[in-house]
């Protein structure tokens, strides 16, 4: 399996040629890509395992992810034909798809995927501006694209704002619930539960942003299981 080296993800700059302010999107910072492999767990092995990256960009977290999980096949799925273009040359191991991620029939005739992992576009950006989700029918960007993983995989991998996530753990001292009215609506909506998974503080992996500098969380899903509001506990609340 051949990968271009490290040193090929940090000179490429997203914004050079495309705005990225107006799609909400914003390269994945390295380090951050490799924790968010890491929440995707582990398996002895990984034939045969399928993974899915929604709005994959340049594919920095499908570089992560194959490097993590030797044997596994990643999709990677974006709209955008220039990220494709150097996608397919910094991972040409990842089946590379130019297209729209609401595009929901034509994601389900990819089949069903073992997890989904993603960055999405954050807020309400113009290119969402439209499109809704299965059941979701508000207005952010992120919460379109895990609603609409859920209907193609079995578990998911998000980096979001701290704000969408229904929880603080990255530069705070410690684990709380912080349920926002979008994230009740959110979950109220689609029966999705997000949690903090094994913990890591973003925080630390901060000035890897190219021009921006979020406040973000992993939050991790099981797309298995719906309708859990009031009855699941967190893995920090079970484990105090």
């Known amino acids: ?3 271009a080296p490290l040193c090929c993800l940090g000179p490429y700059h997203e914004g050079a040629t495309t705005v990225n302010g107006e799609a909400g999107a914003f390269s994945t910072p390295l380090d951050l890509a490799w924790d968010a492999a890491l929440e995707l767990g582990t398996c002895q092995d990984n ?3 399928r993974i899915i990256d929604l709005c994959a960009g340049i594919g920095v977290l499908a570089y992560t992810t194959l490097i993590r999980h030797p044997g596994a096949e990643i999709t990677c799925i974006e709209i955008n034909p220039e990220y494709v273009r150097v996608g397919q040359k910094l991972v040409p191991e990842a089946t590379w798809i130019c297209m729209d991620v609401t595009d929901i029939e034509a994601l389900r005739k ?5 997890e989904a992992i993603s ?4 807020g309400r950006v113009r290119t969402f501006t439209g499109s809704a989700g299965v059941r979701y029918q508000g207005s952010e960007a992120e919460y379109k694209v895990i609603d609409i993983a859920s209907e193609i995989a079995l ?4 980096i979001i704002p701290q704000l969408s996530s229904g929880f603080e753990f990255s530069g705070v001292q410690c684990y709380q619930r912080r349920e926002s009215q979008k994230y009740t609506s959110f979950t109220e909506a689609t029966g999705l539960f997000l949690d903090a ?3 890591i503080d973003t925080s630390v992996t901060a000035d890897g942003w190219k021009g921006v500098k979020p406040r973000v969380e992993i939050a991790l899903v099981d797309f298995t299981e719906r309708d859990r509001s009031g009855e699941q506990t967190s893995l920090f609340e079970s484990a105090a």
């Open 1 to 3: 399996m051949w990968f």
């Open 47 to 49: 034939t045969g395992r």
């Open 110 to 114: 990819l089949g069903t995927f073992h």
């Open 119 to 122: 960055n999405p576009p954050y």
């Open 155 to 158: 578990d998911g991998v998000f």
């Open 197 to 199: 998974g094994m913990g």
